[in-house]
């Protein structure tokens, strides 16, 4: 991306406890800093989160899908997790959408939602590097 930017998003720690939180631990321990988005789907998503960089990669541990995640709705904006087809495999990986996706309500874990930066979502390309991911509480953008 020629203009970098600057995304913020509300994760959502009530509904989605696990899921959130290990997006949270991840960041913290500077796990996505210098990874890439290495899925863009234009005015659909972008999805990151892989250290290979080809849709592979986690952390070397998967979490459970999480019932309460599941209950979200996939509206423009949110961040979930993405997984292979075994329910129980995600990981690291996460997209954010553009569009509204209900197909993904109840199989994909919703985390939460861009409160800023949708732009920079719109403008980011394939192979475009995360600077840094950062884990703010208590405050609103």
Known sequence: MKKGG???AELFTKQSPLTAGN???????????GLTFHRVEP???IQGGDPLGNGTGGPGYTIKLEKSATQLKHDVGVLS????????SAGSQFFILMMPRHDLDGSYAVFGKVVSGMDVVRRVQRGDVMKSVKIVT????
Do not use: S
């Open 6 to 8: 600057k995304i913020v």
């Open 23 to 33: 997006f949270i631990k991840l960041a913290k321990k500077g796990f996505y800093n």
């Open 43 to 45: 005015g659909q998503l």
């Open 81 to 88: 997790m993405a997984r292979a087809t075994d329910p129980d």
């Open 138 to 141: 208590g405050t609103k953008p």
